[in-house]
């Protein structure tokens, strides 16, 4: 393996554009839902260029491989987003873009994927909560749905208010399941009023939020 990485260091050092090369590869690298190689390929061109991070592209060059890679960030898999993020300095985008590729997920039931741009890139302020959120919690990514709160008082209390609804007299699973027909696995069989007292409780006790956002 660290010969093969030695082999790619070289391979970019001849190439006049690296970053050029690497979506080059990306647009005609077809279906990459399991990246394999070109993981290996995209984390060592990442650590290259944090190693020459003198010789960036202008701010002109920048955004031209910004939108070159934005059609293709909808459909890589999870685990290319990281080192892309940081190969490409999506934090440097334009806002609005961004804002749209994340809807552009969400539009497709990529939530996962969604998440970790919008965790990343701190897009969390002009998203809609439940759109991305619901999805992740019924799917059992409390993790993400966890991160995606971490610092913001108003998402954790819009979080906890969300999972008391869930514990209302009345409500129904079959209403929610018609909404979100189209997300995978036996999802509807593991929202309980018990697990949900239970996770409701935990986030409580962890962000200090008042007993009283929780009712039921």
């Given at each position: 393996m660290e010969k093969l990485r030695a082999e790619m260091r070289l391979g970019f050092a001849s190439l006049p554009d690296p970053l050029a090369w690497l979506l080059d590869v990306l647009d005609h690298g077809g279906d990459c839902s399991e990246p394999g190689l070109l993981l290996h390929i995209v984390r060592e061109l990442q650590g290259w260029t944090k190693r020459r991070a003198r010789d960036q592209p202008s701010a002109l060059k920048l955004e031209e491989l910004q939108a070159r890679l934005f059609p293709w960030l909808a459909r890589c898999n999870v685990s290319l987003l990281q080192p892309l993020f940081s190969i490409y300095q999506l934090h440097t985008a334009d806002y609005h873009h961004l804002l749209g590729l994340v809807n552009q997920l969400c539009q497709q039931g990529k939530f996962k994927e969604a998440a970790v741009l919008s965790i990343k890139l701190?897009?969390?302020?002009?998203?809609?909560?439940?759109?991305?959120?619901?999805?992740?919690?019924?799917?059992?990514?409390?993790?993400?749905?966890?991160?995606?709160?971490?610092?913001?008082?108003?998402?954790?209390?819009?979080?906890?208010?969300?999972?008391?609804?869930?514990?209302?007299?009345?409500?129904?699973?079959?209403?929610?399941?018609?909404?979100?027909?189209?997300?995978?696995?036996?999802?509807?069989?593991?929202?309980?009023?018990?697990?949900?007292?239970?996770?409701?409780?935990?986030?409580?006790?962890?962000?200090?939020?008042?007993?009283?956002?929780?009712?039921?």
């Open positions: 701190k897009l969390q302020p002009d998203l809609e909560f439940e759109k991305l959120c619901v999805p992740l919690l019924l799917q059992d990514r409390m993790d993400l749905v966890e991160a995606y709160m971490e610092g913001s008082l108003e998402l954790q209390q819009s979080l906890l208010q969300l999972l008391d609804s869930w514990s209302v007299p009345g409500f129904r699973i079959k209403d929610l399941a018609r909404q979100y027909r189209a997300l995978p696995g036996k999802w509807p069989e593991k929202i309980k009023c018990r697990a949900m007292h239970k996770i409701a409780f935990r986030l409580l006790k962890k962000y200090g939020l008042d007993p009283g956002l929780c009712p039921h």
